[in-house]
Structures are given as structure tokens and as C-alpha cells.
């Protein structure tokens, strides 16, 4: 009995050696996974799904039914991560990870965010963890074969969202205050800039001026950089403040004395940018 005990036993130990764990074995899925990525003024906005293929199939009323709860991909949920608080078509909507769900229909979509980030399929999904519903129209597109999350239209403080499969387009909008963000930061960095720092209120003002916002602010940034050290850059700076003050007479002779420092400072310098302001203000 026990010889016969053992000889069981390094059968079974040569087998489990000789034949590999299944779990070892990584074979590709049909639906891979995929990673749609996208920054909007400084807010990261990131959806992991799974991309299904036609493959020939009926998708919508078919493969993908209307009227019920879709994971919006294959495989596990589909999630969107915010990483700032977001509004989504007009509707707030804390920073965090999210289940991305949606209930397809022939003329309206539900598109979901909710708790459940972390399930296969919807079979786990619960409409009491919903943290917010909005109503899309789907639009006829051209034909995409693999499912595909886009960001079509992007700005800085805004994007469109776009799912496309088969011959269909489902998109929302998503907006983030950007603005607000970036000036509370700025405040705090140049607040906490060093003496001899001329760099960090001359970025504060520059982004008041592309944005042109909170031109108060910004003056008194530029003020700030010059006082440190007067630079092209810097003197360029003060320039389009006072030509979007309408002075465009002061703006075009602080931007050749902009160009006069630059060039005091390295011959080689680049005064193209300027010399063009100049030349768009003396039209």
C-alpha cells in the first residue's frame, strides 16, 4: 500500500512538472485592453476599456441591445478617471474613478458614471451607485471595425468625449475650470518665488495674457519680473499688455526696447516674434 502510495505521488509531481500552470498561459483576447488619454488645461482625463471588433456582426439592437445597461466596451466595465472635479454637460461631477456605463437607444443614449468602477461586464452594476446620468443623441459616422474613445475637439478648458463603432457616434461634453485653477496656483507660486526670481510672475502674467484674464494681475506680475531683471521676454510682456489696452503706440515702443535688451544680452537672439507683434500692431 504504501509503495503504491508513492509511486502516486511522483506521478503526480512529474506531471505537475511537465505540464505548465494555466494560468501561465497568456493568450491575446479578442476585445483588447485600451487607454484613451487627454489633458484639458491641466486636469488628466483617462478611460481604460476594451475594444470589441464587428467582426460582420449586428451591433446596435443586436450585439449590443437597446434599452439595457452596457458596459460600454467588452471584458470588464469601462472606467474614466478625472483627476480634477469636471462637469459633464453642464452637471458637476467630483474628481475620481468612475464605471463609464451607458443604456443605448435608437434616438437617445443614457451615458453613466457611477461608483462601481471595478466589475465585469454590468452584471454587478447597481443604478443606486449612479453618481450621474446625461442624455446624448447618437450621430451616423463613417465605419470603425474596433471600438474607439476619442477626444475630438479640445481647448482649455473644454472636450468632447467621443465613442465610435460600427456606423455610429456618441459624444459628450466635459468642462473643467481651468481658469480659476492655474490663477490660485499662480498666486501661491509667485507668492513663494524667490527674490531674484523674474521667471515665475513673468509665466504667471503670460498666461493672464493668452487667456487674456485677470489683466489687473498679470500688470502687477510683469511689474514684479521687471523689477527683478528686465529681459526681452519679460519687456515683450508689459508690450501686449498695453496693446490689449488698446495703447498700441506704447506697445510698439516697448517692444523694440524688448528687442534692444534681447539683443544686448546675446547678439544671436531670436527677435522674430517680436519684430512680427510689432508689425500686426503698426496695421
Given at each position: 500500500?504504501?509503495?503504491?502510495?508513492?509511486?502516486?505521488?511522483?506521478?503526480a509531481a512529474t506531471v505537475a512538472t511537465a505540464v505548465p500552470a494555466l494560468a501561465d498561459l497568456d493568450l491575446p483576447r479578442p476585445s483588447p485592453k485600451?487607454?484613451?488619454?487627454q489633458t484639458v488645461g491641466v486636469t488628466d482625463i483617462t478611460i481604460a476599456y476594451c475594444r470589441p471588433s464587428v467582426r460582420g456582426r449586428v451591433i446596435w439592437g443586436g450585439l449590443v441591445p437597446y434599452d439595457q445597461v452596457w458596459r460600454t466596451g467588452a471584458n470588464e466595465a469601462t472606467t474614466i478617471t478625472f483627476s480634477d472635479e469636471v462637469a459633464i454637460e453642464g452637471h458637476e461631477l467630483p474628481a475620481g474613478t468612475y464605471g463609464l456605463f451607458t443604456i443605448p437607444g435608437k434616438d437617445e443614449w443614457t451615458?453613466?458614471?457611477?461608483?462601481?468602477?471595478k466589475q465585469w461586464g454590468a452584471y454587478d452594476y447597481k443604478h443606486a451607485d449612479d453618481v450621474?446620468?446625461?442624455?446624448?443623441?447618437?450621430?451616423?459616422?463613417?465605419?470603425?471595425?474596433?471600438?474607439?474613445?476619442?477626444?475630438?475637439?479640445?481647448?482649455?478648458?473644454?472636450?468632447?468625449?467621443?465613442?465610435?463603432?460600427?456606423?455610429l457616434e456618441v459624444q459628450f461634453t466635459l468642462h473643467v475650470a481651468t481658469v480659476p485653477k492655474v490663477l490660485?496656483?499662480?498666486?501661491?507660486?509667485?507668492?513663494?518665488?524667490?527674490?531674484?526670481?523674474?521667471?515665475?510672475?513673468?509665466r504667471a502674467a503670460v498666461f493672464c495674457l493668452d487667456n487674456e484674464v485677470s489683466l489687473n494681475e498679470a500688470k502687477g506680475w510683469i511689474d514684479k519680473s521687471v523689477a527683478v531683471k528686465e529681459t526681452m521676454a519679460n519687456l515683450t510682456a508689459r508690450a501686449r499688455l498695453l496693446a490689449l489696452q488698446g495703447k498700441k503706440a506704447d506697445?510698439?515702443?516697448?517692444?523694440?526696447?524688448?528687442?534692444?535688451?534681447?539683443?544686448?544680452a546675446d547678439a544671436k537672439a531670436d527677435t522674430s516674434s517680436v519684430e512680427k507683434l510689432i508689425a500686426d500692431w503698426q496695421k
Amino acid at each position: 500500500m504504501r509503495k503504491t502510495t508513492l509511486l502516486a505521488i511522483m506521478i503526480a509531481a512529474t506531471v505537475a512538472t511537465a505540464v505548465p500552470a494555466l494560468a501561465d498561459l497568456d493568450l491575446p483576447r479578442p476585445s483588447p485592453k485600451a487607454t484613451a488619454a487627454q489633458t484639458v488645461g491641466v486636469t488628466d482625463i483617462t478611460i481604460a476599456y476594451c475594444r470589441p471588433s464587428v467582426r460582420g456582426r449586428v451591433i446596435w439592437g443586436g450585439l449590443v441591445p437597446y434599452d439595457q445597461v452596457w458596459r460600454t466596451g467588452a471584458n470588464e466595465a469601462t472606467t474614466i478617471t478625472f483627476s480634477d472635479e469636471v462637469a459633464i454637460e453642464g452637471h458637476e461631477l467630483p474628481a475620481g474613478t468612475y464605471g463609464l456605463f451607458t443604456i443605448p437607444g435608437k434616438d437617445e443614449w443614457t451615458v453613466i458614471f457611477n461608483k462601481g468602477a471595478k466589475q465585469w461586464g454590468a452584471y454587478d452594476y447597481k443604478h443606486a451607485d449612479d453618481v450621474l446620468r446625461v442624455k446624448v443623441k447618437p450621430q451616423p459616422a463613417a465605419f470603425t471595425e474596433v471600438m474607439t474613445f476619442g477626444f475630438p475637439t479640445v481647448t482649455i478648458d473644454s472636450t468632447t468625449v467621443a465613442l465610435t463603432w460600427d456606423k455610429l457616434e456618441v459624444q459628450f461634453t466635459l468642462h473643467v475650470a481651468t481658469v480659476p485653477k492655474v490663477l490660485a496656483a499662480a498666486r501661491k507660486a509667485v507668492a513663494d518665488a524667490k527674490p531674484d526670481d523674474w521667471r515665475t510672475p513673468y509665466r504667471a502674467a503670460v498666461f493672464c495674457l493668452d487667456n487674456e484674464v485677470s489683466l489687473n494681475e498679470a500688470k502687477g506680475w510683469i511689474d514684479k519680473s521687471v523689477a527683478v531683471k528686465e529681459t526681452m521676454a519679460n519687456l515683450t510682456a508689459r508690450a501686449r499688455l498695453l496693446a490689449l489696452q488698446g495703447k498700441k503706440a506704447d506697445a510698439i515702443a516697448m517692444a523694440k526696447k524688448a528687442i534692444e535688451v534681447g539683443k544686448a544680452a546675446d547678439a544671436k537672439a531670436d527677435t522674430s516674434s517680436v519684430e512680427k507683434l510689432i508689425a500686426d500692431w503698426q496695421k
